[in-house]
């Protein structure tokens, strides 16, 4: 099983990314999936989290109302469109797959992940 994380870069405060996450060896059409960062010399933190069916999404503080989470199951992809981004938002940005549906209360914490991507920097400069 694979998470392949694609679509970041550097831009400036106020531009948008869309992040995409391709899953491959296995379907996740029926497992809850995330987004999760990390900033040099910070903990991964929680930035959303999508259901199954896509019909339930969560967020984290820091990006909620900027950003939205979606699926494509019958491309085995999620994806993160991130809107007004901000030097702050600088990270890496990995996806993270479930074994299962969860509970969306659950699903801001790492430890509910199964599965993993290598990550893709985001920069964003002022």
């Known amino acids: 099983v694979q998470l392949q994380a694609s679509g970041g870069g550097l831009v400036q405060a106020g531009d948008s990314l869309r992040l995409s996450c391709a899953a491959s060896?296995?379907?996740?059409?029926?497992?809850?999936m995330a987004w999760f960062r990390q900033a040099a010399g910070k903990e991964r933190e929680f930035v959303a989290a999508?259901?199954?069916?896509?019909?339930?999404?969560s967020y984290g503080d820091d990006v909620r109302g900027r950003s939205t989470i979606s699926r494509d199951n019958a491309k085995n992809t999620v994806y993160l469109q991130m809107n007004s981004l901000r030097p702050e938002d600088t990270a890496v940005y990995y996806c993270?797959?479930?074994?299962?549906?969860?509970?969306?209360?659950?699903?801001?914490?790492?430890?509910?992940?199964?599965?993993w991507g290598q990550g893709t920097q985001v920069t964003v400069s002022s």
């Open positions: 999508i259901n199954w069916s896509g019909g339930s999404r």
């Open positions: 993270a797959a479930k074994n299962g549906i969860g509970f969306m209360f659950k699903l801001s914490s790492t430890d509910e992940y199964d599965y």
């Open positions: 060896g296995r379907s996740f059409s029926n497992d809850a």
